[in-house]
């Protein structure tokens, strides 16, 4: 007997396909959710943990500068915030001439020494806001002929009708150069027109001085005007005895935007007061006009730059015989080859001013080395040609020479090289 072997029908068949594709559909579907859940997830992990991060980061300033301000204990400052900023410095020179003469190789009034070594002077300077409307200044120099005050002030700063109030020992704006130190002038030495008026220290005393931030003139981009009253002298122009009276000054300045890399401005100066003849009874003044030009190209500061000045002068010295009228002048050009490397020179003439008939030619060449802005080395050839035979500041003529000197001029501390 045969057996019959079972027939599942086509359609059966259809039916177990369908449900088993449809079922592995469903299989793919919810696989796809889990996929996007779980990628979701991370990246909502992620997400978080950036912010996280983000966060941290974000706080991690805040908390860096607080612990390296400053911080304040019951109201008050600490100590080293009331410390000035203190500098010092150094002006070294050495010095050959053609003349041997004593007037020449001594330290003196008009005259800083020759053929040997010497210290010009060593500075302490102290600078601090007092609060916010005043400032304090002082310099302190030591020479070999002992300590002495260079200038100590106070000034009050941003007063009604734009004005700046100074009160102390100081130097008034004359000039172009008045108000340098020594070791900041463009060459080693003042202008000899300057010297024979003032003497190497300049115009300075203790008094009071007010500058004025005025309307601009004559199609100016700012000008100024600063009023001078002090008590001082040096027995050329004016005398040194504290009983002589007060020596007034006055400056007016122009200043011209040029170009953005160039300016020019111009100053009118005058100063008046008792000189030394007899009796204190007769007096002198003094004027001046002067120019100054300045080219720096924008972007170059550093490597190129051209300075000129120049400055006209005029005294009148009232004696018991009449008076005697002095005539002085001088031209400075600087010009800045790169860094480090700085070349000028400078021409100027005057006249004694009780006797001008003595007369003095001077011509000057340098060349700078600046090793850093805190240390210059400065090769200078000057050539005097002198008419003095009798200066009452020497003891003896005052010759006609030849000159090399070589300065060497270093600072330590925020207070360098510049104008004060």
Known sequence: MSQEIPHTPDSLQYANKDSLVERLHRI???????????????????????????????????????????KYFSGVRQQQGLNPNISFGMDFFAGISSSKDQVISEPGIINYGNNGFHLREAQLSLIAPLDPFTRGKGFI?????????????????????????????????????????????????????????????????????GNFMLPTLLFSDASSLEIATINGGNNISFSDRYNSGLIVSGQFLNYYDLTSSSYLEFRLSGTGGKNNEPLLKYRSYIYSAGMAYKWTPTGREKYRSIDW??????????????????????SSLQNKLSARFWISGRVGYSEV???????EWDFTASFDFWQSEFVLTRLQYQYNNREMYFRRELYAPFPSEHSVIIQVSWAMGPHKHEAY
Request: aromatic share 12%; no cysteine; net charge negative.
């Open 141 to 209: 120099a030591a020479t070999p002929e002992g300590i002495e005050v260079d200038e100590v002030y106070i000034e009050w700063l941003n007063l009604p009708l734009h004005m700046n109030l100074k009160a102390g020992y100081f130097r008034p704006e004359f000039g172009l150069f008045n108000r340098y130190h020594d070791h900041a002038l463009p060459q080693f030495d003042r202008p000899r027109a300057l010297v024979n008026l003032f003497g190497l220290a300049g115009l300075y005393g203790m008094g009071i001085a």
């Open 28 to 70: 793919e579907i919810e696989l796809k959710e889990i996929k996007i859940r779980v990628f979701e997830k991370e990246r909502q992990d992620e997400l978080q943990r950036l912010i996280e991060q983000a966060g941290r980061l974000a706080t991690q300033p805040a908390e860096q500068k607080l612990d390296v301000s400053k």
């Open 353 to 359: 001013p009780y006797d001008p008939s003595q007369y």
């Open 309 to 330: 000045r120049s400055e006209i002068l005029y005294s009148i010295r009232e004696y018991d015989a009449g008076r005697h009228k002095a005539l002085g002048f001088y």
